[in-house]
């Protein structure tokens, strides 16, 4: 089979290593090698035995996308999207019907993988040694340069080099790479990319690039900052391929406006090797979150007296530490001296169209967007060491980032595991040393790797963790270093004592939360193993949740509530992470959708993760007697804080027993603080439905900066006929309906009674009322049914972009009242009376519709009228009825008819 011509399309197009690098000028100061390229798999492990590196382009019969792994959308997207310049854009692969397990499985499970292409070499860089740089490439890599063998090397997460100079023609030359993952790689460090959570990433999936070097050159530059001597360290590795005359290393430092900061120079020896050189910066301009200020470093190394090598790199003046809040508050990690409430998300860093790899780099820079639109100030990077463009606008943005190293198979304990898993964490941690938005390295997650569940008697590994550990503490003394990010209580040696969590009850996560609390002090042996205590390390929630992983399509907006609600009533928690920033392949407990689309949470959960909180001591719903007065307790955080320049306000909104919504409280001052806490008083109507209650936090200028809320239900026994609000209404049960329908139906009870009826395609449901004796002597003539009515679909995700319509028509004794369409099941924390009933938080419209005059004079004359809604698909998608009653849904409303 031939393959179609190489294309001219460069995805990826930036500098790579913006953190490090010898000039960006593509083509004179470097040369990048994105783009298609000749590819073959190698099923048969033939190519090494046939010289496939030594035979022409005519031996590869595909084109594949570098720098995508080949499991991806983006590595074979070429041929239908030919001619497309913004082919590797998410726009092109984000259609949210595609996104299924399947879709990521282009290919058969390959485990090798030829590379070929061409290339001309610049003339100018004739005298100089010429490297082939590749950012990543899983797993093993070996390169060939016309036919010659220059190097080969295990990569995974971290950039391999080969000089491939002795081997250049000048005269166009061609490079093959053969790159092998194996399918039985539990001994590698690969993250999630493993058949029981993610797709893989094999190849190269990180940037493939040229550059000159003199022979004498920087390979490593690492900055120690210290912000309280307002002096920085470069600890520099020189290589000399040819040791000859008198080395020195010149260090300028600018701010990044470009003013002179500080210089400084050391001897190297002609050999190489490691040269420190400290440079004061006279007054600090520090980076923090909020000014993410970077100072820029040109490090050049001169032989005598002449530059021949210059590298740039870029840090920021930073100090980062542990220390108690005031008047003996607990531990909480510090930045420059100050504590910072830490408001995380996990972050898995997989994308539908490229998996490992994203397809611009506005594409990684939007997911730092997204992160602080949600509220959150940091990321934990989850096992997985990332593309260094996202850490440089990580830097850029005043992102935190907790990293954590890539871990071997969940059983993998072995040397051949350890040793990998070693070289890889030392070489990750050098690479990406200079970024100042990383606080944190965490060396394992949940014990992957280490025996699982064993790991607690298993002392021998207790003590390589305290090794890796140490040896962290040694490699990189300016960050904190965490063990092991723990779901089994199981410490060694660590600078934060962090804790999992995946509880969906609110009952049972007050007490959870309660207990790790009440066990964290020091000399506690909690969270701890193999006779390791705590001393002062500061408590940080590290994952939680209400749907983990395999719980499936549903609502996280209601979890998401209540349970960062307890984490900030207990001050002694001084951060989490929740799980997760977004949705990913099957797992869908995201803020954001895995095309990054907004979910719906009924509420801005930006609101409920500022620097200052609101918080409500108590459940997220609660069911109380009509004209009860309820207390709710109320508290702010952080509590040392003077909150005489702030407000809190609160409002209260009531539906009643038809939907319909009136304000019980508008605007209120809440009640004096005391200290940092208050209670809201509540008085409820004698009657039935449903409150609201909303409290908001104002800044000086009357700026909303932090919400809460909570629902509250009340109700009364059922009488099949009342009066509401003046109107007398006659209201049925859910389950009192005729229910036919194409798929499953569902039926929820809440104490025994029917509250949610549902159907799967197309469905009919038919209500019969009786009618008062007395209707027609009354002159009745107008009649309104009102029900709370969705579509129906599998499980219950999360509003979002797509949606479920259906198409309804309501039908009075045979006689169309009228058509429409249902937008939706949606399912969030408006439906708080699903969310409290177990109904997955689903929730309907408020269909009213007049009932025809010819079909009201018919019911009387008969006293009864029967009403009838049938549900299609819309548009050849969507379709099903949902049904909600007085105890599900939105709406505190059965299925009603109002006589006037």
Known sequence: ????????????????????????????????????WCFEFDPADVGLASHWAQLGDARFSRRIMVPFPWESHLAWGTEELAGNDNWFSPEAYLDPSQATLETYRHAPRHTIGWYRRGLRVPSAW?????????????????????GIEVGHSAS?????????????????????????????????????????????????????????RADAHVTEVMAHPSLASSAVSFDAQVTALEPSGQLELHVQVRTGSGVAAGEGMVSVPSEGGCAQVHVALGKPQPWTPETPHLYRATITLLRDG?????????????????????????????????PVYLRGALDQSFHPAGVYSYPTDDALRADLLLAREAGFNFLRLHIKAEDPRLYYWADRLGMLLMVDMPNVGYDAYSEEARANWEWTT?????????????????????????????????????????ECYEAAKRLDPTRL??????????????????????????????????????????????????????????LLNSEYGGISARMGDLDVSWCFLFLTNELRRHEQVCGYVYTELQDIEWEHNGVYDYDRSRKDFGY?????????????????????????????????????????????????????????????????????????????????????????????????????????????????????????????????????????????????????????????????????????EDAAERGLTQVTFIAELS??????????????????????????????????????????????????????????????????????????????ISSRMHGGRGGGLALYGARAGRYPCDICLVLE
């Not at 723990?486 to 007050?510: E, G, M, Q």
């Not at 679909?793 to 058509?819: F, L, M, N």
Request: aromatic content about 8%; glycine content about 10%.
């Open 1 to 36: 089979m031939s393959a179609p011509p190489l294309g001219s399309l460069l995805p990826r197009p930036e500098h790579p290593r913006p953190d490090m690098h010898r000039g960006v000028r593509a083509g004179v100061d470097w040369l990048n090698l994105n783009g298609q």
């Open 126 to 146: 004739r005298g100089r040694r010429v490297f082939l740089n590749i950012g990543a490439v899983d797993w093993h890599c070996r390169v060939w340069v016309n």
């Open 156 to 212: 995974g997460y971290v950039p391999v080099s080969f000089d491939i100079t002795d081997a250049l023609s000048w005269d166009g030359d061609e490079i093959t790479i053969r790159v092998e993952d194996p399918l039985d790689h539990a001994n590698q460090p690969i993250g999630k990319q493993v058949e029981r959570w993610y797709e893989r990433t094999s190849g190269i999936w990180q940037t493939v690039w040229l550059e000159p």
């Open 306 to 338: 002449e530059a021949i090598d210059r590298l740039n790199t870029s840090f920021g003046l930073r100090d980062i530490g542990v220390q108690a809040l005031p008047d003996g508050g607990p531990a909480y990690i510090c930045l420059n001296g100050k």
């Open 426 to 466: 030392e070489a990750v941690i050098r690479r990406d040393f200079n970024h100042p938005s990383i606080f944190s390295w965490c060396l394992f997650n949940e014990t992957w790797g280490l025996g699982g569940n064993d790991y607690a008697n298993l002392p021998d590994r207790h003590a390589w963790v305290r």
């Open 481 to 538: 270093i965490e063990d092991n990010s723990a779901c089994l209580y199981d410490h060694v040696a660590t600078d934060i004592n962090s804790w999992h969590f995946y509880i969906n009850d609110y009952d049972a996560a007050r007490a959870h939360v309660e207990n790790v609390v009440a066990n964290t002090h020091a000399g506690s042996e909690f969270n701890y193993v193999g006779g390791n205590v705590q001393g002062l390390e500061p």
């Open 604 to 772: 801005d959960p930006a609101l409920l993760q500022g620097e200052r909180f609101v918080g409500i001591d108590g459940p997220p719903a609660l069911t109380v007697e009509p004209g009860e007065s309820v207390r709710i307790p109320v508290f702010l955080r952080p509590s040392r804080h003077d909150w005489a320049a702030e407000t809190v306000r609160w409002h209260a909104r009531f539906w009643d027993a038809l939907g319909q919504p009136r304000e019980l409280v508008v605007d209120q001052p809440l009640a004096e603080l005391a200290g940092d806490t208050a209670v809201i008083e509540l008085a409820l109507p004698d009657e039935p439905g449903l409150a609201r209650v909303e409290v908001n936090l104002l800044d000086g200028a009357g700026r909303v900066q932090a919400m809460n809320l909570c629902f509250i239900e009340s109700v009364s026994q059922r009488e099949g006929a009342n009066s509401v609000n003046g109107a007398q209404v006659i209201s049925l049960s859910v389950g009192d309906g005729d229910l036919t329908c194409d798929g499953e139906t569902e039926r929820g009870e809440v104490d025994g009674d029917a509250h949610l009826l549902s159907g799967m395609g197309d469905s009919t449901v038919a209500y019969t009322f009786s009618l008062p």
């Open 791 to 868: 579509s129906r679909r599998e499980g219950a995700p999360q509003t979002g972009v797509d949606r479920w319509p259906a198409d309804i028509t309501v039908r009075a004794d045979g006689v169309d009242c009228c058509s429409l369409t249902l937008a939706d099941q949606p399912a969030d924390a408006t439906g708080a009376l699903s969310h409290l009933h177990g109904f997955q938080g689903r929730y309907g419209e408020l269909v009213s519709v007049s009932v025809p005059t010819e079909a009201v004079a018919d019911a009387v004359s008969r006293g009864a009228l029967t009403v009838t």
